[in-house]
């Protein structure tokens, strides 16, 4: 009876480990997607202004309210993940 409940508990604590790897890569992909997204937005919002520069305003405030909705997800993203990793070991 106590080998078996060594063994669940040995599941128990791999399990965490995993949902706890999940939850670190989860963070990690939120905050790479990010990055990658307002990167896109700055060169593209560059060669937009390049090609019209009349219009530079209207583009510069476009790049500002996507970055930072990009931004307020990934923060929602990242409070998720660490709410996750946070009830593993509550």
């Known amino acids: 009876m106590l080998d078996i409940l060594a063994q669940a508990q040995q599941v128990l604590i791999e399990s965490k480990g995993l949902a706890l790897a999940g939850a670190a890569i989860g963070a990690g992909l939120a905050t790479l997607g ?17 090609r019209q520069p009349e219009a530079g305003g209207k583009i510069a405030t476009n790049m500002i309210i996507s970055a930072a909705l990009i931004e307020g997800f990934t923060f929602f993203a990242l409070v998720i993940c660490m709410q996750a990793a946070g009830k593993l070991f509550a």
Do not use: F, K, Y
């Not at 990010?34 to 937009?48: D, F, W």
């Open 34 to 50: 990010s990055g990658m997204g307002i990167g896109r937005i700055g060169g593209q919002a560059c060669e937009a202004i390049a």
